[in-house]
């Protein structure tokens, strides 16, 4: 690091993510006193942590809540864990996100609501609304047939197998949802009214009996033959 008035800087380029850091002072390791955000590092210490930020969750007013957190798919719907920060205009909070669809909502002093500034609201299969974000090009699981169903879920790897996350919605034909994942190799299904089944036109499977899951690879970078 270069010595400057204040103290110590340098200018990295870093590319959007979540990283773990700290300062080596004459050989002495320290985690940065000005970052409040830190990790256990497996070893009994802790590391400082910093995001480099692809989207910034934002919600205007209510400055008299004493505590506004953000939560969804991506922490579990835990309403304990990312608190946003009070600015002039409401709350904020800078974040990383990988390639995906995330289903989210805010807490204000306790009270869940959807984003008010984002018009894309879905209900999951319990019936309740949550705001949804996608990053990345969606891909559109289909199930063909099946009109005669009440509701068809799609679940799977990517979501931990949520059961009541993404209603899918009917056509003409059959079902479809498209849906934002990050490139990889998934597990899935669909759940037909109540009714667990793999893609019947998907002839990639892993299990045996009646554990067996459709298997998709998205934007796959090698091909067996």
């Known amino acids: 690091m270069n010595k400057v008035s204040g103290g110590w800087a340098i200018n990295l380029p870093m590319a959007p993510g979540k990283y773990t850091y700290k300062y080596i002072a004459d050989g002495r390791w320290m985690t940065d006193p000005s970052n409040n955000l830190r990790e ?57 996100l990988r390639d995906g669809t995330y289903a989210y909502k805010f807490l204000a002093d306790g009270k869940w609501m959807t984003d008010p500034a984002n018009p894309k609201i879905r209900k999951d299969a319990q019936g309740f609304d949550n705001s949804f974000l996608e990053i990345g090009e969606p891909f559109v699981f289909q199930l063909q047939g099946f009109t005669d169903a009440e509701k068809v879920v799609l679940t799977g790897s990517f979501n931990n197998w949520n059961r009541t996350e993404l209603l899918m919605s009917k056509t003409g034909t059959g079902w479809q949802l498209p849906y934002v994942v990050a490139p990889g190799n998934y597990e899935y299904k669909f759940i037909v009214d109540g009714r667990w089944m793999p893609d019947p036109a998907n002839p990639f499977t892993t299990g045996t009996g009646e554990y067996v899951n459709s298997v998709i690879a998205l934007k796959a970078t090698h091909v067996f033959e």
């Open 40 to 96: 256990n590092d497996g070893q009994g210490n802790h590391n400082s942590v910093v995001f480099c930020s692809n989207h910034i969750f934002t919600l205007k007013g209510f400055r008299d809540a004493k505590k506004v957190v953000v939560t969804g798919n991506f922490a579990n719907w835990n309403p304990k864990e990312i608190a946003m920060t009070k600015n002039s205009a409401g709350w904020s909070l800078p974040v990383y």
